[in-house]
């Protein structure tokens, strides 16, 4: 579990209530209820409402109660059991109105089954299998007694310095906000109202993914056309699709913090959007007005926050401090606090918990045993999503799948790594129920098994990094060194490599490289893992990588060394056997990148639907005067929708029905895939559209939409995409969202980089 900073806990409210009862007839009224609720609730009672904070394990639990039954509570997040939230609960049942509390989570892949990082669920490409992960999720973590989660997160991300690149869906646009409503779909079900379903809070709104340099909490300055057209989307989709809640982002958008960003959380996500829901502000996010010098001191934080919009605040203690006093000396009015409240109360009743407080905890005697029992877990639909998220990079002479008679030796720190496996922000998860590739292979080859094992290397020889790491949970260290030194290591290693076949060296970063506040100035693999992965080539024995990491990494060199690499993220509870399936063919690959790989950190940002320029880099042309480093080959090592398979796929006959379009016209865009190889498998077939002359430049293309096609070996299907005005529209420089006549290029592929292409004319 990661560290907590917990703000204080007792509050000073007077308490000057008058009693009455809600009236059971409002019930079916949403408005009628909470309005009816509302005048009943004493000031102390409205600002206690607005109060989230979180349980650590230190806590004493009897002042919590006591505080909560006094109503200064709303809603706890780390408290994630049935029994845990059930005295809690009561408590709120003891209080004067009887307001429910809510319990929320981090329920971000999974919640004790966990399933691929949110980036390996984008590389699915898989809409089915991410809303199954989300489904699973809501489920156990509902049965959990848990009634939010702080997820999706669908912060566009195009630099993978910033740490969190692991636990957003990518660089893209269109395919963020596809997952975003599949997400807020598959965690809140057919409706919130539902023992088994959980409230959505979208994040981290807004930007956060572009804080600038990719340094965490940093700034961020961003163009508002960029912002409409680029970042946006994928906060309003998830919206649109009727996320109960959002959460604030902790940082500045130009010049303002998110957290007092008035245009941020009322002109934007209420008047434009229509946004009902309830707004949080992130872990101490108010108190850290201060720290951006917008606010002098915490009575200014709390009213520029109240006064923005966001009705609750986690984990600081400055509204119950202040909004009181704010409102007598009329710097906030009553209206500010009731608007919040009603936004708190509105929450609840829409999660059903007026209804029935014990909607998701449910009786004790119903309580699972074993929380962790291994009945509770989903592990054939992890296992099944996480092949669906690996990515076959690299597959040179076929060396993938391995033979199972093969004598394989498997190497690496990730090789036997539990934690790792999970990834970061892994909720509930734990780590001995986690499936190392170690055990996957080992189970995968049964009594054929010829498998060997050398760690090889630690995660980093880096001291420094290690302990950072280290500090950043407090169970247990997160990274535990091999005392040996490397070159004992790599010399075993090496040893079991010259007797083998074959060499699977399971390598990358630890989960905690990849995490909050872990944001890096390199990219490569920890150089004395390179040194071991040098050292393995020079054997001359086939090498397969097996990357496990959060971000995409520059791995140029190993991209030479070694003989094929699979992409596999952290995997999740079952990613030991998922990635023994992709190894020895009894899945075959079919993931695609989300995100770019750059070659080096010094092209970041790479994403390929970059804007057009005037003096592009055309390749194959002399570079000079057009843009590009001239020290390295322009363009990432990997692009965006890059992935390979066992089979190979091509693509032929693609045709507009129309070279022309008007604006309540369509047009077919048709294209043949073919399976041109021996196994059956899956691709994805991908269309981007080029505006080639717009009031603005217009970026080089963008995806607009996407099939995943299952295809037996030589099958061949058409493809068929309707191409609308719709698809055409853009944010303008009055950010106005229109499409303007003109040439459109269609562009498919089996990857951004790769593709075919013709043109219509939008009349
Ligand atoms: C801080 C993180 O930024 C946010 O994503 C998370 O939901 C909260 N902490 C609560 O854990």
Not at 119 to 126: C, E, G, K
Not at 147 to 173: H, L, N, Q
Not at 648 to 653: E, K, N, Y
Request: net charge neutral; with cysteine; aromatic share 8%.
């Amino acid at each position: 579990m990661k560290k907590l900073c917990l703000l204080g806990l007792t509050i000073g409210l007077a308490s000057h209530s008058v009693l009455a009862d809600t009236k059971p007839a409002a019930i079916e009224n949403k408005d009628a209820f909470v309005s009816n609720l509302m005048k009943q609730m004493t000031l102390d009672e409205k600002i206690g409402q607005l109060r989230l904070i979180s349980i650590g394990p230190e806590m004493p639990r009897e002042l919590i109660r006591q505080e909560i039954a006094a109503g200064k509570i709303g809603g706890t997040f780390n408290s994630i059991t049935r029994p845990e939230n059930r005295p809690m609960q009561d408590a709120a049942m003891r209080s004067r109105l009887k307001i429910p509390m809510f319990f929320a989570y981090d329920v971000i892949h999974g919640h004790r089954t966990i399933f691929p990082i949110p980036l390996a669920l984008a590389s699915s490409w898989d809409m089915d299998a991410i809303g199954l992960s989300g489904r699973i999720a809501a489920k156990e973590a509902a049965a959990d007694s848990l009634d939010i989660t702080f997820a999706p997160m669908v912060d566009i991300s195009r630099d993978a310095r910033w740490g969190r690149t692991s636990e957003g869906f990518g660089e893209d646009t269109y395919l963020v906000s596809r997952i975003a409503q599949v997400m807020v779909k598959a965690y809140q079900g057919t409706g919130l109202i539902g023992a088994e379903n959980i409230m959505a809070s979208v994040k981290h709104f807004a930007l956060y993914g572009a804080v600038e340099g990719g340094r965490d909490y940093n700034i961020v300055d961003m163009s508002p056309a960029k912002m409409y057209q680029d970042y946006l989307p994928p906060y309003r989709a998830a919206i649109d699709a009727g996320a109960g809640g959002v959460m604030v982002a902790l940082n500045s958008i130009n010049g303002v913090p998110a957290t007092a960003n008035t245009w941020l959380m009322k002109d934007l996500l209420r008047k434009e959007w229509g946004f009902k829901g309830l707004a949080v502000s992130d872990h101490g996010a108010i108190f850290e007005l201060i720290n951006h010098g917008v606010a002098h001191d915490g009575r200014e934080a709390a009213k520029l926050a109240i006064k923005a919009g966001i009705a609750m605040s986690m984990n600081d203690k400055l509204y119950a401090t202040e909004l009181p006093s704010l409102l007598k000396s009329g710097e906030i009015q009553q209206s500010d606090i009731d608007s919040a409240v009603r936004e708190v109360l509105g929450a609840k009743y829409d999660m059903g918990l007026f209804k029935d407080p014990y909607l998701r905890i449910g009786k004790a005697e119903d309580d699972p045993a074993d929380t962790y029992a291994e009945s509770r877990l989903h592990r054939a639909e992890a296992r099944d999503v996480a092949r669906r998220s690996m990515v076959l990079l690299k597959n040179h002479n076929e060396t993938l799948p391995l033979k199972k008679t093969a004598k394989i030796v498997l190497v690496g720190p990730l090789a036997k790594a539990p934690i790792d496996m999970m990834g970061s922000w892994a909720a509930a998860g734990r780590p001995a129920q986690s499936v190392t590739l170690f055990d996957g292979m080992t189970r995968a080859l049964g009594d054929q098994a010829s498998l060997t094992y050398a760690r090889g290397a630690n995660i980093t020889s880096d001291k420094k990094v290690v302990d950072y790491l280290n500090f950043l949970n407090f169970d247990a260290p997160e990274v535990v060194d091999d005392p040996r030194s490397a070159q004992v290591m790599i010399d075993e290693a090496v040893k079991a490599a010259q007797q083998a076949d074959v060499i699977v060296a399971a390598v990358g970063e630890s989960r905690g490289m990849s995490h909050e506040s872990s944001s890096r100035t390199d990219l490569n693999i920890p150089s004395n893992q390179r040194d071991l992965i040098k050292a393995l080539k020079a054997t001359g024995k086939p090498l397969v990588l097996v990357l496990m990491n959060g971000r995409p990494l520059t791995i140029l060199e190993e991209n030479e060394q070694a003989d094929a690499i699979l992409e596999t993220w952290f995997s999740g509870t079952e990613g030991g056997n998922a990635i023994a399936d992709v190894l020895f063919g009894d899945y075959n690959p079919s993931g695609k990148l989300p995100i770019s790989f750059p070659r080096s950190v010094g092209q970041i940002p790479t994403y390929y639907n970059h804007l057009t320029i005037g003096r592009p880099f055309t390749p194959g042309k002399p570079g000079n005067y057009t843009s590009q480093y001239f020290d390295d080959t322009t363009g990432p090592l990997y692009p965006f929708g890059y992935g390979l398979s066992y089979t190979r796929f091509s693509l032929a006959d693609m045709a507009l029905s129309s070279t022309t379009l008007n604006k309540t016209g369509k047009i077919d865009a048709r294209v043949t895939v073919k399976n041109t190889g021996k196994r059956d498998g899956e691709t994805v077939v991908q269309l981007y559209l080029q505006d080639v002359t717009g009031s603005m430049i217009r970026p080089i293309k963008e995806l607009k939409n996407f099939q995943k096609v299952m295809l037996t070996a030589g099958e061949q299907k058409v493809i068929h995409f309707n191409i609308e005005e719709n698809d055409l529209k853009f944010y303008n420089n009055q950010l106005k969202y229109a499409a303007e006549p003109g040439t459109f290029n269609v562009q498919i592929g089996l990857d951004s980089a790769d593709v075919t292409q013709q043109s219509f004319e939008l009349l």
